[in-house]
T-cell receptor, first 118, second 116 residues
Framework: AQSVTQLDSQVPVFEEAPVELRCNYS??????LFWYVQYPNQGLQLLLK??????LVKGINGFEAEFNKSQTSFHLRKPSVHISDTAEYFC????????????????FGSGTRLQVQP | EAGVAQSPRYKIIEKRQSVAFWCNPI?????LYWYQQILGQGPKLLIQ????????DSQLPKDRFSAERLKGVDSTLKIQPAKLEDSAVYLC??????????????FGAGTRLSVL
């Protein structure tokens, strides 16, 4: 079984300040890790993904995340946020061995609402 | 490349009525998913199709929910009869199903259901 914990339900931050959104996961198998963003009344858009290799991954819109296997974390960061970054952010995991197990579904955290203030 | 298409975008019904949602995945994507997103929560899988076969429907309330993907392309999710707790956004996603795609899923805009 897998689970994802996003410790902060809301993160208020001023424009141009740095931000970190925290994600911890639990899994008995090796995983792929994802961050998705959801703007109001829209679907989920993939921000970035960790599949293998370098633990620091870069995504769209200036976001990056670092995979820490020992701490089972995958925190999302941005050095300087904009008003347009205001949205809900979801961390998700999937079984990396999905081609053999058939278990392809993503397990999501409960989301973190990033509120960027001017 | 066109994305995942869903309709309708919004639906309001009364409890005990029935409702259906439609999804057309990205062309060529073999795997299709329906997720339920209740307000304030992350999406949760309802059902997963591989081509036209069901792979995982363990979380689907089968007494009231049904889904089909008859020709391995578009899919329909139905609720009959609806309950108040079914109020949620229903998200459809698709992935290519190939090993090289690394299980990356692409989501539609969702259907927001309100049950009164």
């Amino acid at each position: 079984a897998q689970s994802v914990t996003q410790l902060d339900s809301q993160v208020p931050v001023f424009e141009e300040a740095p931000v970190e959104l925290r994600c911890n996961y639990s899994s008995s198998v090796s995983v792929y890790l994802f961050w998705y963003v959801q703007y109001p009344n829209q679907g989920l858009q993939l921000l970035l993904k960790y599949l293998s290799g370098s633990t620091l991954v870069k995504g769209i819109n200036g976001f990056e995340a670092e995979f820490n296997k020992s701490q089972t974390s995958f925190h999302l960061r941005k050095p300087s946020v904009h008003i347009s970054d205001t949205a809900e952010y979801f961390c998700a995991v999937s079984d990396s061995n999905y081609m053999d197990t058939g278990r392809r579904a993503l397990t999501f955290g409960s989301g973190t609402r990033l509120q960027v203030q001017p | 490349e066109a994305g995942v298409a869903q309709s309708p975008r919004y639906k309001i019904i009364e409890k005990r009525q029935s409702v259906a949602f439609w999804c057309n995945p990205i062309s060529g994507h073999a795997t299709l998913y329906w997720y339920q997103q209740i307000l304030g929560q992350g999406p949760k899988l309802l059902i997963q199709f591989q081509n036209n076969g069901v792979v995982d429907d363990s979380q689907l309330p089968k007494d009231r929910f049904s889904a089909e993907r008859l020709k391995g392309v578009d899919s329909t999710l139905k609720i009959q009869p609806a309950k108040l707790e079914d109020s949620a956004v229903y998200l459809c996603a698709s992935s290519s199903g190939l090993a090289g795609a690394k299980n990356i899923q692409y989501f539609g805009a969702g259907t927001r259901l309100s049950v009164l």
